[in-house]
């Protein structure tokens, strides 16, 4: 059975973790032994892994349907050789403003 292989997100999040939580681990614990950085190093490395495999996976891609107007919305086509009229709608009629006296 083979393996998946990983993808970029998953790549990315998970380098990204065992960086940051290294850093931050070695910061907060203080650890100078070398048992102590081993042991800040294996846990940053299995949070990695952890967060790197919670990614979560493209799904399938499902076809969108496309919904395309009926022949009857559609205006029809001009005649060739006739004039085409535009019609065009009257402008709103604004109420009339009146500056108060002052």
């Not at 931050?24 to 614990?29: H, K």
């Not at 042991?39 to 979560?56: H, Y």
């Not at 499902?62 to 402008?91: K, L």
Request: proline share 14%; aromatic share 2%; with cysteine.
């Amino acid at each position: 059975m083979a393996m998946p292989r990983p993808t970029v997100a998953q790549l990315a999040y998970g380098s990204c973790t065992v960086i940051f939580s290294t850093f931050a681990m070695l910061l907060l614990s203080g650890a100078s032994s070398g048992v102590g950085i081993a042991v800040v190093a294996v846990s940053a490395l299995a949070l990695g892994l952890l967060v790197a495999m919670t990614v979560p996976l493209p799904g399938p891609r499902r076809p969108v349907a496309v919904v395309r107007p009926a022949v009857a919305d559609r205006p029809a086509a001009p005649e060739p050789g006739r004039p085409v009229r535009a019609t065009v709608a009257p402008p709103a009629r604004e109420p009339v403003r009146e500056r108060a006296a002052s």
